[in-house]
């Protein structure tokens, strides 16, 4: 397949990959402008850049992409491996680097009353939309409408079904303390950056005195941010997902422009 329908694929899939194109070249090199290569954020790569030590590099620049999202120009020198050239073709190289991230993913666990114009608001608002319930009646695109898959799992098997990365985001709004005690372990294990949690003051305090005993630590518990969303006195479902949702992009372009100075 060639790399550009390989690309296509990716992002149709949300798949993140990075496109690694040589733009210009000058002298004896080993791939000429137009050579492609397609990598993958496990570190797999379809077609080729020249091989060898650039390529070792940009592959190296490529994985840099998917922390950060940003393009790279990258240009190389191959005519003295001994001064720190990546070649001795006797040319230039550049390639541009170029990451295709998917769409930042909310979460929505929970598929009831507070669930449904979370997801609503969420798509509007561009993220990538999961919702998933144990209740099968309620995970489903008639009860719940708008969202881009549907996860009728427990919780504690949300990870074993999609990738939780550090552009997905949780959001737990469940119907009791009880699901959230199950559920909750699996998902501390995993490395997102926001795990929201609805609930009283009562309900969170019974929820950490369990999951302590059930040996999660403190440390742990303080990635959980409940109760969820910015305060703005929210009452109604509509108006405690406008609060949810603020609070989301308040924290996704705060780690933008983190990389962005990095």
Same mark, same amino acid.
């Given at each position: 397949?060639?790399?550009?329908? %390989?690309?296509?694929?990716? &992002?149709?899939?949300?798949?993140?990959?990075?496109?690694?194109t040589?733009v210009?070249?000058?002298?004896a090199?080993p791939?000429?402008?137009?050579?492609?290569?397609?990598?993958?954020?496990?570190?797999?790569?379809?077609? $080729?850049?020249?091989?060898?030590?650039?390529?070792?590099?940009?592959?190296d620049?490529? +994985?840099?992409?998917?922390?950060?999202?940003? $393009?790279?120009?990258?240009?190389?020198? +191959?005519?003295?491996?001994?001064?720190?050239?990546a070649?001795?073709?006797?040319?230039i190289?550049?390639?541009?680097?170029?990451? @295709?991230l /998917?769409?930042?993913?909310?979460?929505? &666990?929970?598929?009831?009353?507070?669930?449904?114009?979370?997801?609503? %608001?969420?798509?509007?608002?561009?993220? /990538?939309?999961?919702?998933?319930?144990?209740?099968?009646?309620?995970?489903?695109?008639?009860?719940?409408?708008?969202?881009?898959?549907?996860?009728?799992?427990?919780?504690?098997?949300?990870?074993?079904?999609?990738?939780?990365?550090? /552009?997905?985001?949780?959001v737990?709004? $469940?119907?009791?303390?009880?699901?959230?005690?199950?559920?909750?372990?699996? %998902?501390?294990e995993?490395?997102?950056?926001? &795990?929201?949690? &609805?609930?009283?003051? /009562?309900?969170?305090?019974?929820?950490?005195?369990?999951?302590?005993? #059930?040996?999660?630590?403190?440390?742990?518990?303080?990635r959980?941010?409940?109760?969820?969303?910015?305060f703005?006195?929210?009452? $109604?479902?509509?108006?405690?997902?406008?609060?949810?949702?603020?609070?989301?992009?308040?924290?996704?372009?705060?780690?933008? #422009?983190? @990389?962005?100075?990095?």
């Amino acid at each position: 397949m060639e790399i550009i329908q %390989l690309l296509n694929k990716a &992002i149709a899939e949300g798949v993140p990959v990075v496109l690694c194109t040589v733009v210009n070249t000058k002298g004896a090199v080993p791939r000429h402008s137009g050579a492609k290569m397609l990598v993958y954020s496990d570190g797999r790569f379809e077609g $080729t850049v020249g091989g060898g030590e650039v390529e070792n590099r940009v592959l190296d620049e490529a +994985m840099h992409s998917f922390e950060d999202g940003k $393009t790279r120009f990258l240009s190389y020198d +191959m005519i003295d491996p001994e001064k720190g050239d990546a070649g001795i073709c006797g040319g230039i190289v550049t390639v541009f680097v170029e990451p @295709f991230l /998917r769409l930042p993913t909310v979460v929505v &666990i929970g598929a009831g009353h507070v669930g449904k114009p979370i997801v609503h %608001l969420a798509k509007w608002l561009g993220f /990538r939309v999961v919702v998933s319930d144990d209740r099968e009646d309620l995970c489903n695109p008639e009860a719940t409408p708008g969202a881009d898959r549907y996860l009728p799992v427990l919780m504690s098997q949300i990870p074993e079904e999609m990738t939780l990365d550090s /552009r997905t985001y949780l959001v737990l709004v $469940t119907r009791g303390s009880d699901v959230d005690i199950e559920g909750l372990p699996a %998902l501390l294990e995993t490395d997102v950056p926001y &795990i929201g949690l &609805i609930g009283s003051k /009562r309900r969170w305090a019974h929820t950490q005195e369990k999951l302590l005993e #059930k040996g999660i630590t403190e440390e742990a518990l303080e990635r959980i941010k409940c109760p969820i969303g910015v305060f703005i006195n929210a009452e $109604t479902p509509n108006e405690i997902a406008v609060s949810i949702l603020a609070e989301i992009i308040d924290h996704y372009n705060q780690m933008k #422009k983190h @990389f962005q100075r990095a």
